[in-house]
């Protein structure tokens, strides 16, 4: 079965250190894949996006890879702040089901001033 | 932040009633979705739409109905409320295929 895997435990760390949150999957073959934050009581908000032909994409201190050989992407914090604690969603647009998308559990990381 | 607007943002209610919850949209983006959100199982697609009147089923949508009359509405429907239907359930919206989704802040729902 389709399955995505992000950091099964909470992350901490603390401020000005590089935080680095991965996302596993198997059985799929997206094209692109998302990454997502959410605020307690809120909806999910869009980060980044990378296509399956890119290797990493940034922005500002965010940077994202994709490896489809590994079936993994790795999102990093750099310079973390506590304003960046929040739990990180990743989301696959599974090749061949349209509009699907379909999204991990997502982690919780805390930036410890 | 996109125009999205999820109604009611609370809701209880018992077993075996319906429910009707609404989105609402103000970017004339295409697609739409409804989403469930719940402990260890993340966020899973309920059912979407590509158009008005066009909608296709996800990866939950046993006990779900949807309709889309106009671009800016798309109403998700529970039509006997079961307890296992507790949720946080959000709306989504895209312009394009694969696009990036913006989220409504959802609706928290508690089927007694």
């Known amino acids: 079965s389709q399955k995505i895997e992000q950091n099964s435990e909470a992350l901490n760390i603390q401020e000005g250190k590089t935080a680095t949150l991965t996302c596993n999957y198997t059985?799929?073959?997206?094209?692109?894949l998302q990454w997502y934050r959410q605020d307690p009581g809120r909806g999910p908000v869009f980060l980044l996006l990378?296509?399956?032909?890119?290797k990493e994409k940034r922005k500002e201190r965010l940077k994202v890879t994709f490896d489809t050989t590994l079936k993994q992407s790795l999102f990093h914090i750099t310079a973390s702040q506590p304003a960046d604690s929040a739990t990180y969603l990743c989301a696959l647009d599974a090749l061949g089901t349209g509009n699907q998308f379909y999204f991990g559990t997502g982690t919780s990381l805390t930036v410890i001033p | 932040d996109a125009g999205i607007t999820q109604s009611p943002r609370h809701k209880v209610t018992e077993t075996g009633t319906p429910v009707t919850l609404r989105c609402h949209q103000t970017e004339n983006h295409r697609y739409m979705y409804w989403y469930r959100q719940d402990p260890g199982h993340g966020l899973r697609l309920i059912h979407y739409?590509?158009?008005?009147?066009?909608?296709d089923k996800g990866e939950v949508s046993d006990g779900y109905s949807v309709s889309r009359s106009k671009t800016e509405d798309f109403l998700l429907t529970l039509e006997s409320a079961t307890s296992s239907q507790t949720s946080v359930y959000f709306c989504?919206?895209?312009?394009?295929?694969?696009?990036?989704?913006?989220f409504g802040d959802g609706t928290r729902l508690s089927i007694l």
């Open positions: 990378i296509r399956e032909n890119e």
């Open positions: 059985n799929y073959s997206p094209a692109y």
């Open positions: 989504a919206i895209s312009d394009r295929v694969s696009q990036p989704q913006h």
């Open positions: 739409s590509y158009g008005v009147k066009d909608t």
